[in-house]
């Protein structure tokens, strides 16, 4: 059997404030002992590189991204999104080049031809939305970070643990 293929992709924008969680996020795990089978990236806005990154065939990908859903800021979720309903549809499709709209990344990747595997979320929601320009976390996104990072460290576990990934090969 071979090692499955993971990859961590964190997104957001860095010039508005808790958007930029994900980016922080994978910048911890960078620093942390994960296998070298698994690739690590910050891909900020940049929905293209994201797209063609999932055209790679990953096993799993774990995107870590802000994700507003009402709750306090700070307030962690693992979301296992249904990509079932993604069609290929153009205008679906239609990913802006400094963009990152994760629904029509992943309706481009399939428009391309592309397998959406196992897909998780590890979204935290952020606080009062920032001006353009505001540098930084807020406290309680802050303050998520860590336990961000050990939840992506867990799902990576998990999964290998459970061996539902593996391929043979």
């Known amino acids: 059997m071979t090692q499955p293929r993971i990859l961590v992709a964190g997104v957001g ?4 404030g808790d958007d930029a969680f994900g ?5 911890q795990l960078a620093r942390s002992s ?9 891909f900020g806005i ?7 990154a999932l055209l790679d065939d990953y ?5 870590v991204d802000a994700a507003p859903r009402g709750e306090p800021p700070g307030t962690l979720y693992k979301i296992e999104p249904d990509l079932s309903d993604i069609g290929n549809d153009q205008q679906d499709a239609a990913v802006e080049p400094h963009g990152m709209d994760l629904r029509k990344v992943f309706a481009m990747v399939k428009s391309m031809g592309g397998p959406l595997r196992r897909m998780v979320v ?14 930084g976390l807020s406290a309680p996104v802050r303050a998520a970070v860590n336990e961000a990072v ?6 990576i576990r998990e999964a290998l643990d459970n061996n539902a990934l593996r391929r043979e090969g």
């Open 59 to 63: 096993d799993l990908t774990i995107i």
């Open 13 to 16: 924008n860095i010039f508005l």
């Open 23 to 27: 980016v922080e996020v994978v910048h």
């Open 122 to 135: 590890i979204g935290c929601e952020p606080g009062e939305p920032a001006e353009d320009g505001a540098l």
């Open 46 to 52: 940049r929905g293209f590189d994201l797209v063609y």
């Open 34 to 42: 994960l296998q070298d089978s698994i690739r690590i990236q910050d």
């Open 150 to 155: 050990l939840m992506v460290e867990s799902t």
